[in-house]
């Protein structure tokens, strides 16, 4: 019993996602403390708020509505997504796409049976089991 538990836990996607979680919680940190300490000051200065909108509410028939509340997570969430966006994705969408190429899609065709797109080499389609011919590379002569 206990070792179906031990070797669970020594599974390496496992530790992996147990470290993924706490990097993912100090990287949440990091960014919530960027966006409170630098943005939503900025913010604040912009509209003359300085950063604090949680005092800011209306009433209709007696009942007090604090949208202010919801004005501040709105403003953080945006901040965080802006940040998230602009210092983490798109540097590494632009990293990966210099420094890992996607490799060239094989050729395409449709079966003759079904027309499913499968490769031009393939001899059964996936989809129907059709057998096929495979198409044969095109060969270009040059002339000497």
Known sequence: MLKGFRDFMMRGNVIDMAVGVVIGAAFTGVVT??????????????VGAAGDF?????????????????????????????????FVVLPVTKATARYLPKK???????????LTEIPEAARRCAACTAEVEPVEPAVIYTQR
């Open 33 to 46: 403390g960027f966006v409170s300490a630098f943005l939503t000051p900025l913010v604040g200065v912009a």
């Open 54 to 86: 949680k005092n800011y509410a209306f009433s209709v028939g007696g009942v007090t509505f604090p949208y202010g509340q919801f004005l501040n997570v709105l403003i953080a969430f945006v901040l965080t997504a802006a940040v998230l966006y602009f």
């Open 104 to 114: 060239p899609k094989a050729p395409k065709r449709p079966c003759p049976e079904c």
